[in-house]
């Protein structure tokens, strides 16, 4: 496909991802490509992570199996693109189809949504399982507060690896890139831990990942802005631009925390600071250390309608490349 009809159909994607989300009747039926992508990761991981291995072995391993997990994606992608090109216009409705079901809009909104449901209408106990389901820290270790930051942070993490990532990947290279994409960053979700088993195997995914993820989150940082904006005025647009400028690289990630810093100004609250993983404690600075100590669940309901807001900004800006390449 040209650039125009990618952004075509990116921009059908978007939509019908934020009308959609994940069809649950549909997933029951079938194995989505990310379950497909996790089998293929994880069969990768059995029999290439052996333990017997050095960390070198472990590492060289990792490198050959994330080049042959790219490959796959790509060639996939290429199949899937020219078969689609021999339907014509129904050729673009498929792939829409399958380019929305990469896109994370509806399910990440439903999901956080979800925790403040929980911990409006069940309390400390539903909050902590409502959000145990979106982020890997462990929930009996948080207070309501911690609940909704944690909520509020994979809100803003996930936009830019789930949403935007995505997005701009197909946007450019088409479903080769966007495949790819998505493999890679399932990868570094199961392999690309600093734990002893994936240190080293899962070194290059991670690394990857990072580089494959550095346009998405900086970009992230201006949606996330012109949707503060949109919702909140521009008081929240510029400290959204601010608060990312400045602590953006506080976190132990080179990308999460834009995005994290971004919804942190545009909110007016603290974000991340040390948490725990697997009773493990992981200390970090707090990113907008000057903003509100105490995050509620209305933070969470704010910050998805600052989210909603964004991908809406992301649709138009999507919609508006579109009219110039025609």
Wanted: glycine share 10%; proline share 4%; with cysteine.
């Amino acid at each position: 496909m040209t650039i125009d009809e990618n952004l075509l159909v990116l921009l059908l994607a978007l939509l019908l991802d934020r009308i959609l989300g994940d069809p649950q009747w549909l997933w029951s039926r079938l194995p989505h490509p990310v379950v497909l992508f996790g089998e293929a990761i994880s069969f990768a991981d059995r029999q290439l992570n052996s333990v017997s291995l050095t960390g070198s072995q472990r590492r060289m391993n990792g490198v050959a199996a994330i080049v042959a997990l790219l490959l796959v994606a790509l060639i996939a992608g290429f199949a899937f693109d020219r078969f689609f090109a021999l339907f014509g216009l129904a050729g673009i409705l498929l792939e829409t189809g399958l380019v929305a079901i990469f896109l994370a809009q509806k399910s990440l909104a439903d999901h956080v949504s979800a925790v403040a449901a929980a911990l409006r209408h069940e309390g400390i106990a539903g909050g902590r399982a409502a959000v145990s389901r979106i982020v890997g820290r462990d929930p009996e270790t948080l207070d309501e507060p911690a609940v909704c930051r944690a909520a509020i942070e994979s809100l803003a993490e996930n936009f830019s690896d789930g949403v935007v990532a995505p997005a701009l990947w197909y946007a450019v290279f088409g479903l080769p890139g966007l495949l790819a994409y998505k493999m890679l960053n399932t990868a570094d979700s199961m392999i690309g831990h600093k734990s002893e088993k994936y240190i080293d195997f899962g070194w290059a995914a991670a690394r990857l990942d990072d580089f494959a993820n550095w346009p998405a989150a900086r970009f992230s940082i201006l949606l996330i802005a012109a949707g503060a904006w949109l919702r909140r005025g521009t008081s929240a647009c510029r400290e959204a631009i601010r608060v990312a400028v400045r602590d953006g690289g506080l976190h132990r990630s080179p990308n999460s925390g834009r995005p994290e810093a971004a919804m942190a100004g545009a909110l007016n609250v603290q974000l991340a600071g040390p948490r725990i993983y697997g009773g493990v404690i992981v200390t970090e600075p707090m990113i907008n250390n000057a903003g509100r100590d105490v995050a509620t669940l209305r933070d969470i309901e704010d910050g998805v309608s600052v989210f909603h807001a964004s991908c809406m900004v992301l649709a138009g800006v999507t919609f508006g490349l579109f009219l110039c390449f025609l």
